[in-house]
């Protein structure tokens, strides 16, 4: 057998944890389960991760930066802002509707989270990694246009956030795309006009 590195280990228990989750629902992504996943011994979980919620906070930061990536390489350095803003969340978008599954994991997370005391900061873990990221691009947004918010970015990213998660949860249930996006687009506009 192959040895492989602790590093590529964790990243592959944690795509394997996303899979199974996906797949199968978040209360049948157990270590055992997640071994299962790749074929190897439980213990190898448990020396690559000290836990389940552990390994479920690697979840949340690697789909959130996933997000992240997405809306960043939509991001256009041609010093438009209304093009930079309305192609990140076009990108955004796209990997909503790529990766559905791992979206809906996103809110299942959250509620499984917030349902215990003891992993509970998860769920505010994943929130502040969402509102990081938003705080990024909006930053990066800002440096590749030379534009500045008239209202703090930590409040924007609050708003993008709550409209983000209503739009994606809404199309998780009805699967219209088309509302979806031009909601999107009608936010888009309204950020738009909070440049400075």
Request: include cysteine; aromatic fraction near 6%.
């Amino acid at each position: 057998m192959t040895r492989v590195p602790v590093q590529e280990r964790r990243a592959d228990l944690v795509q394997a944890a996303i899979q199974v989750a996906t797949r199968e629902g978040l209360a049948a992504t157990t270590t055992r389960r997640i071994a299962q996943e790749l074929g190897i011994s439980v213990g190898i979980v448990h020396y690559c991760f000290r836990s389940k919620e552990e390994l479920l906070h690697e979840v949340i930061r690697v789909i959130a930066e996933a997000q992240v990536v997405a809306a960043r390489s939509a991001i256009t350095s041609s010093g438009d802002l209304a093009s930079s803003v309305r192609n990140a969340f076009l990108a955004f978008w796209q990997l909503v509707e790529t990766t559905p599954e791992a979206q809906l994991l996103t809110y299942e997370l959250t509620s499984w989270a917030l349902r215990n005391a003891e992993t509970e900061p998860l769920a505010r873990e994943q929130r502040a990694s969402q509102l990081a990221g938003i705080v990024e691009i909006l930053s990066e947004i800002s440096k590749a246009t030379e534009v500045d918010w008239s209202v703090p970015a930590e409040q924007l990213a609050r708003m993008t956030l709550a409209v983000l998660d209503g739009v994606t949860l809404g199309w998780l249930v009805d699967r219209d795309t088309a509302s979806a996006v031009q909601t999107l687009q009608m936010f888009a506009d309204q950020l738009l006009a909070l440049a400075a």
